[in-house]
Nanobody, 114 residues
Framework: VQLQASGGGLVQAGGSLRLSCAAS????????MGWFRQAPGKQRELVAT???????NYADSVKGRFTISRDNAKNTVYLQMNGLKPEDTAVYYC?????????WGQGTLVTVSS
């Protein structure tokens, strides 16, 4: 599977962005999908995941603000981010769970100004 993320940018605190990740290759619907992020000087961390069946899971830091969703007809996973905070600034990566291995796409930069 190949993944292409988009939708990052500069936004003021309290604003919203929607990230998209388009997948190509093997059947998209067969993958669990996730969004991760890496802030400068920090390790990559899990933001949200969505299973093949649509069950979701979120990091505590984004619960109630971010929503992950998928459209299998469009081979795309989304991350709706509301109430953005400066600490959400990071490169965001989408990933597909292939068995027990995450397959990464390239990142998209989200910058939240205070």
């Amino acid at each position: 599977v190949q993944l292409q993320a988009s939708g990052g940018g500069l936004v003021q605190a309290g604003g919203s962005l929607r990230l998209s990740c388009a997948a190509s290759g093997r059947t998209f619907s067969s993958y669990g999908m996730g969004w991760f992020r890496q802030a400068p000087g920090k390790q990559r961390e899990l933001v949200a995941t969505i299973t093949r069946g649509g069950s979701t899971n979120y990091a505590d830091s984004v619960k109630g603000r971010f929503t992950i969703s998928r459209d299998n007809a469009k081979n795309t996973v989304y991350l709706q981010m509301n109430g953005l905070k400066p600490e959400d600034t990071a490169v965001y990566y989408c990933a597909a769970l292939d068995g027990y291995t995450w397959v990464w796409g390239q990142g998209t930069l989200v910058t939240v100004s205070s």
